[in-house]
Structure formats: C-alpha cells, structure tokens
C-alpha cells in the first residue's frame, strides 16, 4: 500500500453568497480526525486529505490526481448519507473504501453495506493494526477498538496536510469522556465516562503547532472541558502564559457543564486564558424534563443564576436547547424564547429532542414504539438534518412541535429579539480578563463585508451593538463582533431551515404515514447482571488460552454475542448451564482466534494485564471493560434476526 486519500464530507449547504462573505476560510473546523489518522500512518504510506467542504463535492467524474489503494471517509450523524454515497462512489471507481468516526461508531449496521472496512471507535490502536495486516495481505472487514485508547498514544495530528488557512478553528482534543449520564447523549458509550486526558506537556505542543501555522482561534473538542477539573485547572496554567507569549494571542473555545459556575477560580482561568465562549447543554428550563433526561447539573441548581454568573466573567454560552421532551407540552415555546431573552443567551443552538441509536433514550422510546424511521425526510442539504426528529413526542402531536420549533427560530433569529440578547449579556460582564483581547485583522475584514452586504435593519442593529459594548465593556468588543457573526449566517441560512420543517410539516400534513423502526434485539436485562459477576472468570479464560493478545477485547464481544444469539430473546433466567455454555464458548473463541493467530502481532499494543482477583483499580477496569463489550454487543444486535421456532 503506497497511498492513501482520506476524505470530511461536506454538507452541500453553503450559498455562494455566504461563501463570498467568508471568503477563502469556508470551513468552521480543521479535520482533525483526518489529521491525526494521518499521523498514525507510516511515513512511507502517501497521505492526502479531501475536505469536501474546502475542495468542494468529490463525484464519479472528479479528478484524484492519484491511483490511491484505499479511500478512508469520516463523519458524524448528520454525514450519514453523504458517506454512505461516498462509499459507493469510491467502489464504483475500483477503490477500495473505509469507513471510521463518530458516526460509524454509534450505528456501524448503517455503512457496513457501502464500505469494504469499517473502524468502529478509537483509532489510534486499530489503524496501525490494520496497516500491519493489509500489508500482509489478510485484513478484517471490521476493526474495533474495545478497550479506551490511553490519549498519551495519540500522536500530534499531521496539520502539513490540511489546508489551515481555509478554516477558522483548528482543533484539539485534550480528553475523551464524560462522568454524566444524560439520556439522549451517546457521549458516554462512544467515549466513555471516565474522561482520558493528554498529557498536559502534549496538548500545549499541538496548540503551539497550530499558532506557528496561523491558527487565531481553536476548539478544545472536549465532550466535557471540566469533566477532570484537576486536569482541567493544571492545564489552564499552562496555557494562560503560553497564549500570552504569542504575538496575537489565541481565542478558544469548548464544551462544558454547567457546574463550572461553582468554581470562581475555574472561571477566572477560563477569562484570562482568552476563550471568547463556552458551549453547554442547558436544554430546557422545564425542571421535570431536566429530571427526565437525568441531568442532576441542571435541576439541582438555580440555572439562571449560574449562566448569569458565567458570562458575568466575559464568557459568553452558546447554548444546547431541546424541545420535545416527555414533559413538554406546546407551552414550551413561549417559555424557551421567554428563557433566552431573560437569561441574555445571544447564539442558543435549537433542537427537537432526537434519540441517538443506542442511547438510553432510543433504548426506552423503541420499546414505547416511539421511534420513527427518517428515511423519506432526510434533506440533500446536511446542514439541516439537525432539524429532523425521530420520536413520537408525548406531550403534543408531531404537528404541534414541528409547528412550535418553526416559530421558536424565527423569533430568536430576528434581529431586535437579537440585539436584546446582547445587551443582557454585556450588561451581566463584571470583570475584565488581565490580558487585553484583540480584534484580529482577519475578523475585521470579515466583519467588512458582512456589514456592507446586510440589510438596513442589520445594519443599525450592529451599529448599536458596537456603540453600547464600546461604553459598557469595551473589552467585549471582539467577542460581540464574533456573536454578530454567527447571527448574520444564522440570519441568512434560516429560510432553508424554515423550508425544511414546513416540508416536514407538509408531508405529515398530507398524511405521509410514519414507519416507526423495527423492533431490534436488545441485551435482555436478566443476562447484564450476571453476566458482569462472570465476567472475570471469562476475562481469565480468554486471556490465559490466546496467542495474540491484542485480539482479547474482540473475542470476549464475540463470546458474549455468540451466546445471546444462541438463546435469543426467549432468554430470561441465567443458570448453571448458561455459565458453562459461556465456558464453551471462551474456548472456541480461543480456538477460533489461535487457528488465525498471525506469527507476530501488529502495532497495536495488547490490553494491560488485567488481575482477576487482587487490585481495587483493576477490579474497576473489568467492571468497566464488561459494560463496554455489553455495549458493542448490543450494537451488533440490531441486525440480528432471531429464527422463528416452529412447533
């Protein structure tokens, strides 16, 4: 294997217009999961990478510029379909196709028809695998990383292979994971929730790498920034005088929990550390919803209180919103818009609550028979499949939250409702950081053309912004003109927004029936709980028969799914001959694995050595381990179809 293209899809969404007032940075977010696979490949393997959003649509008739051996795409949720095209694309010109991402991690039965290999989870153990085995001729079709990645192997991410200056952000991951257990989040079942961390020492290197490349803003891509609040706290000391050594220092961003407004000092670091925002998943201020998704952050606090005392430090939110929760009747508009206003949110992200496959919430809405299949109303424009829902909401008809949403971001994306936003916020600032923000140059310029290509009405709303938070809290200043920003695209993109959910509303209108999901094959609640007891005897088992190691993870899934495919969902009571089935089935795995056993292992390190009896932490690991393969087997369940029994 000589050459690889790995490639982002795009979301065919932009108009030219918005494009021209962009200009050459098109693209919110650097690939950084390109980058760092890129990283993990060895140097002798040519690397490119193909931002469809940067280098534009990639289709039968595109010229590559080279033979590669292997086309890897990447994605989330939202890129479903487009990598599924890509997929298809890429075989139908005799190339060979992967898949890996959050995406593919949460719902790997979507891909498997359109793609040769699929990686399912983190990378930096199962790529290298994969290169060592493709070279020797006798890869898998599917590569899971069971285990969670030690973040200290993940090395720095290829940047000579990204075109920086067609961004806006570069991005750096510092952890992975999260301790909370919200029920529509999958978070926690791609990553874990026990945040994993970078060194410290490695996480600065990559923010330097990116500002010796022209970097002015990047993203933490934390699941939770404060997740590990002693990491969080020795990595804000670090970074507050390494952003002050640069000739203009950085402005960050990240995701974090609400909690953090208990923390002072925490805040204050955040401030001088120069982040200009903080995305949280405030949700609702609906305390019986926050109650039922299981978000105590939330519902054990005052929540206006604590946003108002955030951006009292010159940290705006951008906030997560949901409508449609079980405890949501078509009250929850008013109260949602009433919310924003008070609480001075300027930039909220509006969403329909959504169950993610696999996620507690799926879990308990398909049993319900709640769950609909998105098949026929998924739109060619990805920016706006974040508009769509797959429940059946309980408090109101489908109708009235489509109706209800529509008319919620008309009203937060008006210009005046807008403008009072902003100057709640600034009125709530009360302290300035220590080190001066700048505007940089690039977002005048931006800032340039957006103003001269508004409207009348956005005009004057910009020019009254400027003159309040120039006499309010001067040092606001770049921050306002960066949330203008976001308001003028989100302004310009709404049209399409409102055309997407009046199309919903049509084609529900007219009586487009629904299809609600099949019902899939669930890990029946009598096998978890011994299965976790058993687990270390199979662990042992497992582990003391395999020649190759590395693969210890994946046959310990593999004995768990062989067995509940045996009993299907008729299982209900675990006995004695269930554990010696389970036995058996260790050691035909082990048969099975040692028979393909390659002569030497590949790259990927084989899991730590776990002690089935003695030390507290490895008791935890085991603990932890046997949720993790529970979890992937239910993945693989889905497609499972149990053979009726005859009489």
């Known amino acids: 294997m000589k050459s690889i293209l790995l490639v982002s899809p795009g979301s065919g969404g932009s108009p030219d217009s918005l494009r021209r007032t962009l200009g050459r940075r098109t693209r919110m977010l650097m690939p950084l999961g390109l980058a760092t696979v890129a990283a993990l490949t060895p140097d002798d393997i040519e690397v490119d990478i193909w931002d469809e959003g940067v280098h534009g649509p990639i289709t039968l008739d595109t010229d590559l510029k080279k033979a590669y051996d292997l086309v890897g795409v990447t994605g989330y949720e939202t890129h479903v379909e487009r990598a599924r095209q890509l997929g298809r694309l890429m075989r139908k010109r005799g190339l060979v196709a992967a898949v890996g991402g959050p995406g593919v991690s949460a719902s790997p039965e979507f891909y498997r028809d359109d793609f040769d290999i699929l990686f399912v989870g983190d990378a930096e153990y199962t790529w290298p695998r994969f290169i060592d085995e493709r070279r020797a001729g006798r890869h898998r079709s599917e590569y899971r990383q069971v285990g969670k990645v030690d973040m200290a192997h993940s090395p720095l991410p290829r940047w000579d292979k990204v075109d920086v200056d067609r961004y806006h952000m570069g991005g750096v991951q510092t952890t992975r994971g999260c301790p909370f257990d919200c029920e529509f989040c999958d978070v926690i079942y791609i990553y874990g929730r026990q945040p994993r961390h970078k060194p410290v020492e490695q996480v600065l290197e990559e923010i330097h790498a990116l500002e010796r490349r022209g970097a002015e803003g990047i993203f933490l891509c934390d699941d939770n920034f404060i997740g590990d609040p002693g990491y969080a706290k020795a990595l804000l000391k670090e970074l507050i005088p390494l952003n002050r050594s640069f000739r203009r220092p950085?402005?960050?961003?990240?995701?974090?929990?609400?909690?953090?407004?208990?923390?002072?000092?925490?805040?204050?670091?955040?401030?001088?550390?120069?982040?200009?925002?903080l995305y949280i998943g405030v949700e609702t201020p609906n305390v019986e919803s926050l109650i039922e998704i299981n978000k105590p952050q939330n519902y054990r606090t005052d929540i206006v209180r604590d946003i108002k005392k955030i951006q009292s430090y010159g940290l705006p939110i951008k906030a997560g919103m949901i409508v449609g929760f079980d405890h949501d009747d078509v009250t929850i508009f008013d109260r949602q818009f009433e919310f924003l206003q008070e609480t001075g949110i300027v930039h909220p992200q509006i969403n329909m609550l959504k169950a993610p496959r696999g996620t507690k919430l799926w879990v308990r809405l398909h049993k319900e028979g709640r769950v609909v299949e998105m098949v026929d109303l998924r739109p060619d424009d990805l920016e706006t499949t974040d508009l769509l829902t797959n429940i059946l909401p309980a408090g109101m008809t489908r109708?009235?939250?489509l109706s209800g949403y529509r008319n919620l971001l008309q009203r937060v994306r008006d210009w005046r409702n807008f403008e009072a936003r902003v100057k709640t916020m600034v009125s709530q600032v009360r302290r300035r950081p220590t080190h001066r923000r700048k505007v940089s140059g690039r977002l005048l310029v931006m800032a340039a053309k957006a103003f001269f290509s508004m409207d009348r009405q956005a005009r004057?709303?910009?020019?009254?912004?400027?003159?309040?938070?120039?006499?309010?809290?001067?040092?606001?200043?770049?921050?306002?003109?960066?949330?203008?920003?976001?308001?003028?695209?989100?302004?310009?993109?709404?049209?399409?927004?409102?055309?997407?959910?009046?199309?919903?509303?049509?084609?529900?209108?007219?009586?487009?029936?629904?299809?609600?999901?099949?019902?899939?094959?669930?890990?029946?609640?009598?096998?978890?709980?011994?299965?976790?007891?058993?687990?270390?005897?199979?662990?042992?088992?497992?582990?003391?028969?395999?020649?190759?190691?590395?693969?210890?993870?994946?046959?310990?899934?593999?004995?768990?799914?062989?067995?509940?495919?045996?009993?299907?969902?008729?299982?209900?009571?675990?006995?004695?001959?269930?554990?010696?089935?389970?036995?058996?089935?260790?050691?035909?795995?082990?048969?099975?694995?040692?028979?393909?056993?390659?002569?030497?292992?590949?790259?990927?390190?084989?899991?730590?050595?776990?002690?089935?009896?003695?030390?507290?932490?490895?008791?935890?690991?085991?603990?932890?381990?046997?949720?993790?393969?529970?979890?992937?087997?239910?993945?693989?369940?889905?497609?499972?179809?149990?053979?009726?029994?005859?009489?």
């Open 399 to 401: 109708l009235e939250l």
């Open 250 to 277: 950085i402005g960050f961003f990240t995701q974090i929990t609400l909690n953090v407004a208990k923390d002072d000092q925490f805040l204050e670091s955040l401030a001088d550390a120069n982040f200009f925002g």
């Open 460 to 647: 004057r709303t910009a020019l009254r912004l400027f003159l309040y938070t120039r006499r309010r809290a001067p040092h606001m200043v770049p921050t306002v003109m960066r949330l203008f920003g976001a308001q003028y695209l989100s302004a310009r993109r709404l049209p399409v927004w409102l055309e997407t959910i009046d199309k919903q509303i049509r084609l529900e209108t007219e009586g487009r029936e629904l299809r609600r999901e099949q019902t899939v094959f669930f890990v029946p609640d009598g096998f978890k709980k011994p299965f976790r007891t058993s687990f270390p005897e199979l662990y042992e088992r497992v582990s003391r028969g395999l020649i190759d190691r590395s693969r210890l993870n994946d046959a310990l899934v593999e004995v768990a799914y062989d067995f509940l495919t045996r009993w299907g969902p008729s299982f209900q009571e675990f006995g004695d001959h269930h554990r010696a089935f389970l036995h058996e089935l260790c050691d035909r795995t082990v048969a099975k694995e040692n028979a393909e056993a390659p002569a030497r292992g590949g790259q990927a390190p084989a899991p730590r050595e776990l002690t089935v009896r003695g030390e507290r932490g490895d008791e935890l690991r085991l603990k932890r381990l046997a949720d993790e393969v529970l979890r992937l087997v239910e993945q693989d369940l889905r497609n499972f179809q149990p053979e009726a029994v005859h009489a």
